[in-house]
């Protein structure tokens, strides 16, 4: 009996719904984008957005994750975590990407969704952090907690992690005149790489510092 080649035009089909919709929502919102208008930029029917999502929220869903994935995928992390034995140098990777990342002369359709969402939830956020979020941020943990000498759940690590991407995440969604009219030094990318990190690694050898400082000690454990 032979076996049938496995249909490849469904994932395509789905692939560009997706891709559709995706910049529909950056351009107008998840509010107002509705799956007709959707179907009609994609040159496809409901049926097909219902086959592959199960409707406008799962799509929204869907469309959410890709959008994290154009940030910063959670294979690009595992790869530049694994590039390096020296955590530094890993994060060096990580901010080196983002930064590189923040001087593309436009920015993917991604950026724009999520900066949407993060500025109006959506019933659909809850699983954008449990699927994409969350993996990614247990990994840069990880590497800021083996900087710090803690835990990667440590109170001072996890703030840490949010002071060390916050700033990738503004020069993201910067104007992109900023560079060209009001910052030119922040065309040079690989130094403004370097100096992000060197402001990086004083921040988390201060609050490690101060936060080891600040726990008990063995022999006042014991009393």
């Not at 560079?179 to 403004?192: E, G, N, Y």
């Amino acid at each position: 009996m032979a076996t049938r080649t496995p249909r490849t035009d469904g994932n395509t089909t789905r692939l560009h719904i997706l891709e559709t919709a995706g910049r529909l929502f950056a351009a107008q919102g998840f509010a107002q984008s509705t799956s007709k208008e959707i179907c009609t930029r994609a040159g496809t029917n409901m049926a097909a957005i219902n086959y592959h999502f199960g409707g406008r929220d799962g799509l929204y869903e869907a469309v959410l994750i890709e959008a994290h994935r154009q940030l910063v995928s959670l294979d690009e992390l595992m790869a530049l975590s694994m590039a390096s034995t020296d955590a530094r140098l890993k994060l060096r990777a990580f901010l080196t990407h983002m930064v590189e990342m923040s001087a593309q002369p436009k920015a993917p359709w991604g950026f724009r969704v999520v900066l949407r969402e993060a500025l109006s939830p959506s019933p659909a956020m809850p699983a954008m952090i449990q699927r994409a979020v969350l993996p990614k941020a247990k990994l840069l943990r990880g590497i800021i907690g083996e900087i710090m000498g803690l835990p990667g759940d440590h109170p001072s690590v996890q703030r840490s992690l949010l002071l060390t991407v916050l700033p990738c995440l503004v020069m993201t969604v910067a104007p992109k005149d900023l560079s060209s009219k009001v910052l030119p030094a922040l065309k040079d990318t690989q130094a403004l790489a370097d100096d992000l990190m060197r402001y990086v690694l004083a921040g988390l050898d201060a609050v490690a510092k101060d936060a080891k400082a600040a726990e008990p000690t063995t022999a006042g454990k014991r009393r």
